[in-house]
T-cell receptor, first 112, second 114 residues
Framework: AQKVTQAQTEISVVEKEDVTLDCVYE???????LFWYKQPPSGELVFLIR??????QNEISGRYSWNFQKSTSSFNFTITASQVVDSAVYFC?????????FGTGTRLKVLA | GAGVSQSPSNKVTEKGKDVELRCDPI?????LYWYRQSLGQGLEFLIY????????KSGLPSDRFSAERTGGSVSTLTIQRTQQEDSAVYLC????????????FGPGTRLTVT
C-alpha cells in the first residue's frame, strides 16, 4: 500500500530558528517522486520542492533544504532561519505514475 | 494570470440541491485532478483526467459525485443531492504530463451545505 505519514501535526518555533518537518512514505514502486507543498492561510497550495527516487542526497535551495533517505523511507524538509511568512500548513506528497498521495500536513507557526 | 482558476470561490447550498464546480487548468497541462479538503484535514483524491484517456474515478466517494472535462481543458465537478458531509473545500490542480511534474493548484471552492 502507498502511504505518506506526517507525524507532526503542529510545530511552533520562534523566528530565526531552524525547523525540520518530517515525512515518512511507503511504496513498493522503484520509480517515484516526492514533493513538499505549502498551504498558507490564504489557502492556495504552492509547490516547493521535488525529489526523485534515484538520487539519494541532501539538497539546498535558498532557505529550504531536504534530506531524502531510501533506507528509512524518509523525506524531511528543513527551513533555515524561519520567518513569520513561513507560517503555513506543509504537505508531503508521493507520486507514483499519475497518482499523488498526500500526507495529512504539518501546521507550522513561526512566532515573531 | 496564467494559473489554475476555479469558480465559484464560495458556494452555499441547501441540502438536496445539485452543485457544479468549475476548474480552468493551466493552458497546455494535460493532467487535471480534483481533491476535497475538509476543515483541518489533508487532501482527499477524487478524480484524475489525463488527455483523452478514461478518467480515474476511483476516489469519488459516491455516485452522487461526477466530473467531466470538455475539450481536454475545462473541468466541471458535479455533486447531486448534496449532503452536509459534502461541505469542504474542493481543490483543482493541473500538471504537465509525466511522473516528474508537480501540480499547480487553484484557490479552491468552499462548499457549504446547510
Amino acid at each position: 500500500a502507498q502511504k505518506v505519514t506526517q507525524a507532526q501535526t503542529e510545530i511552533s518555533v520562534v523566528e530565526k530558528e531552524d525547523v525540520t518537518l518530517d515525512c515518512v512514505y511507503e511504496t513498493r514502486d522503484t520509480t517515484y517522486y516526492l514533493f513538499w507543498y505549502k498551504q498558507p492561510p490564504s489557502g492556495e497550495l504552492v509547490f516547493l520542492i521535488r525529489q526523485n527516487s534515484f538520487d539519494e542526497q541532501n539538497e539546498i535551495s535558498g532557505r529550504y533544504s531536504w534530506n531524502f533517505q531510501k533506507s528509512t523511507s524518509s523525506f524531511n524538509f528543513t527551513i533555515t532561519a524561519s520567518q513569520v511568512v513561513d507560517s503555513a500548513v506543509y504537505f508531503c506528497a508521493l507520486k507514483m505514475g499519475r497518482r499523488y498521495i498526500f500526507g495529512t500536513g504539518t501546521r507550522l507557526k513561526v512566532l515573531a | 494570470g496564467a494559473g489554475v482558476s476555479q469558480s465559484p470561490s464560495n458556494k452555499v447550498t441547501e441540502k438536496g440541491k445539485d452543485v457544479e464546480l468549475r476548474c480552468d487548468p493551466i493552458s497546455g497541462h494535460t493532467a487535471l485532478y480534483w481533491y476535497r479538503q475538509s476543515l483541518g484535514q489533508g487532501l482527499e483524491f477524487l478524480i484524475y483526467f489525463q488527455g483523452n484517456s478514461a478518467p480515474d474515478k476511483s476516489g469519488l466517494p459516491s455516485d452522487r459525485f461526477s466530473a467531466e472535462r470538455t475539450g481536454g481543458s475545462v473541468s466541471t465537478l458535479t455533486i447531486q443531492r448534496t449532503q452536509q458531509e459534502d461541505s469542504a473545500v474542493y481543490l483543482c490542480a493541473s500538471s504537465a504530463s509525466g511522473v516528474r511534474y508537480e501540480q499547480y493548484f487553484g484557490p479552491g471552492t468552499r462548499l457549504t451545505v446547510t
